[in-house]
């Protein structure tokens, strides 16, 4: 019954599973070995100072990551305030709603936001949040002082401010003309930077609702605008979306099409199908994805070192604001001993908390499996 | 607009119920892009009896019986001609949302779907409580009244907190049924409800039908040929998406009009 080259069958098939077993084992080495050295080398740094005190002075003994501890979980919580709900509601569109072609331009646009390079998001962060908008400033000129390239105008309430004006920023009706031009008892409408004008245009009109509302929401903005934890967690939160959504698109698909039609049938209104029995349904899938969408993020350094930039202080949310991993990238590349044990001591931390995640996702889809049986 | 919506589940089905057909359709084609699935289908399903449906795979029956409650509009390629009224009421009519139409046309579907989250008890309740009827005393009332008439409280009255997915496959299929009386519909359709399951539970699901036409106007898609003959007071055959023949199941069955009617029948082809 033995084919003839049933041996040399049985040695290929033994030798092409040795060769997988091989790669699956290399797959998961890397992981025994960052486990193994993050312990060999951190874990002697781990101690109570570590976690409660704030980092010691350059050089100096001592001191731990308190603040950076801190600073991390606020932006794990600040994160998720942008991530959420616009990531859920995005995949509950792509699965529940929207046609078919705009539906795959949303998937095609949200993977490639997947690929993004996360320091990118951390750019983006900083030129939305990070930097202040020019302010507008309505008024009327009080004085030119060409030489100088000084304006000191004075608004409707009495406010005087001097702007440092370039010769060439005037703007009215006639295009870009010199400041020499500009007459006191002009009226002007300047956006300004710090003391510095960037366009200085004629203004003949009392501002208009829009315009108070557009210069109360750049108000707002300069107001917290900076390095700061709320600018970090916009950036993690940003990396969240497209996550979020691609994880709740499919996992809303796994729910049958029947529980759809079977409430659809009962005369219960789409959208209330769609919360009520659909997300109900696939609710452990949703929290899975949001988790994983948060251990993804939480060890993430580029997009923070635009956004929260990092201190020694504790976390503030319109204040530069540490996190683990920007304080591990900090000490690492310092010169002192004492800081590089800190750094894998960090490390370690920051892996035990994606662990910690990590293992609360597998207890969360063990249990759905369980209720599906 | 709400408070109508409450009040129609609130009210018993008998007294919506007047004289006439209960579903007057008339030149009804359902077309999946291009493809004709029925075509123009004109038939009145009487008011407190069983039609029953047949006729060979793909021959339209089933799309026929979704579109009668507008549940063919879940398919975006799907467009219809033709008319439909209920009591009189034209449910293609502009001014009439599919989601109220459901209301008053409910479906039971072949396989048996009691949502997994909820309980026994909540699944009978559901299309009361998410239409915003909160009231504890006339859920719990409902959902024995509808349990009984689906022949399952005696069964499950001491676990009606217990998941539904915890019941078995015919109970779950009459769950279904419960769940699609609880609402008060005027019209019960159901699409292959027992051929899912075994015969005994499928006998359970023919005793319930008879029972329940006494309350209720059903249309059943069947391809089971006794099914129908046993359980239905009128069958329209269909073949290739047209109406070939429409009668009282007696004489469908022992002296059809039309040759396909007989051919199909008697088992020489389908």
Redesign the interface.
């Known amino acids: 019954m033995t084919a003839p080259n049933h041996r040399w069958r049985q040695f290929k098939n033994g030798l092409m599973q040795t060769v997988m077993l091989v790669c699956a084992v290399l797959a998961i080495l890397p992981l025994v070995l960052v486990f193994y050295y993050l312990v060999d080398k951190g874990f002697s740094s781990l101690n109570w100072a570590f976690f409660t005190k704030l980092p010691a002075g350059p050089g100096e003994t001592g001191g731990g990551m308190a603040n950076a501890i801190v600073g991390t979980f606020v932006l794990l919580m600040l994160a998720p305030l942008v991530g959420v709900p616009v990531g859920v509601l995005g995949g509950v569109f792509l699965s529940e709603y929207g046609?078919r072609r705009l539906n795959w331009w949303i998937r095609f646009s949200a993977d490639i936001l997947n690929g993004v390079p996360s320091i990118v998001w951390g750019v983006v962060v900083y030129g939305l949040l990070v930097v202040a908008l020019p302010a507008p400033f309505r008024g009327t000129v009080q004085s030119v002082d060409v030489a100088k390239h000084l304006v000191t105008v004075q608004s409707r309430t009495g406010a005087r401010r001097e702007f440092a004006v370039d010769a060439e920023t005037r703007l009215n009706l006639n295009g870009k003309i010199p400041l020499a031009s500009l007459r006191p008892g002009t009226g002007v409408l300047i956006w300004y930077h710090n003391h510095q004008a960037t366009r200085v245009a004629d203004s003949i009109s009392a501002p208009g609702l829009w315009s108070s509302v557009v210069a109360a929401i750049i108000q707002w903005h300069n107001a917290i605008s900076g390095f700061s934890a709320l600018a970090g967690g916009l950036a993690l939160g940003l990396m969240m979306i497209p996550l979020v959504m691609r994880t709740t698109e499919e996992v809303l698909q796994l729910v049958?099409h029947?529980?759809?039609?079977?409430?659809?049938?009962?005369?219960?209104?789409?959208w209330?199908?769609t919360v009520?029995?659909v997300m109900?349904?696939a609710?452990k899938g949703i929290v899975t994805g949001i988790l994983l969408a948060l251990a993804r993020v939480a060890g993430e350094t580029a997009p923070l070192l635009f956004t929260a930039l990092g201190n020694r202080l504790w976390a503030h949310l319109t204040q530069p604001t540490a996190a683990i991993p920007l304080q591990v990238y900090i000490y690492a590349i310092s010169p002192y001993d004492d800081w590089h044990r800190q750094a894998w001591a960090g490390a370690l931390v920051l892996l035990l908390l994606v662990l910690v995640i990590n293992i609360g996702v597998r207890f969360l889809t063990r249990d759905r499996l369980r209720?599906?049986v | 607009m709400l408070e109508t919506a409450r009040q129609a589940l609130l009210t018993p089905p008998e007294s919506k119920a007047a004289g006439g057909p209960a579903l007057a359709v008339r030149g009804l084609s359902v077309f999946f892009g291009r493809q004709a699935a029925v075509k123009n289908v004109s038939v009145d399903i009487a008011t407190r009896a069983v039609t029953a449906i047949i006729g060979p795979s793909g021959c339209g029956k089933s799309t026929f019986l979704r579109a009668l409650n507008r549940m063919h509009e879940l398919n975006p390629e799907a467009r219809m001609e033709g008319e439909i009224r209920l009591f009189g009421d034209d449910i293609y009519s502009r001014h009439v949302e599919a989601v109220a139409v459901r209301r008053r046309i409910g479906m039971v579907f072949q396989k048996s779907n009691p949502f997994p989250t909820m309980s026994i008890a909540e699944n009978v309740t559901v299309g009361l409580r998410l239409n915003g009827i909160r009231n504890r005393k006339i859920l719990a009332e409902r959902a024995e009244r509808t349990l009984r008439m689906a022949a399952l409280w005696d069964e499950v009255k001491d676990r009606l907190h217990a998941p539904a997915i915890s019941l078995s496959g015919g109970q779950q299929q009459r769950l279904c049924i419960a769940r699609a009386l609880a609402v008060q519909p005027e019209v019960l359709l159901m699409d292959e409800p027992a051929s899912a399951l075994d015969p005994l539970a499928t006998s359970k699901i023919e005793d319930l039908i008879v029972q329940l036409k006494k309350d209720y106007t059903i249309v059943i898609v069947t391809h089971n040929m006794q099914q129908a003959a046993r359980a239905s007071d009128f069958t329209a055959f269909f073949y290739l998406g047209e109406l070939v023949e429409f009668g009282p199941t007696a004489k469908i069955f022992t002296s059809p009009s039309q040759k396909q009617t007989e051919d199909y029948v008697t088992g020489r082809f389908g």
């Open positions: 046609g049958p029947g529980y759809r039609e079977a409430a659809l049938a009962l005369g219960i209104a789409q209330r199908t009520q029995i109900r349904t609710l209720g599906k």
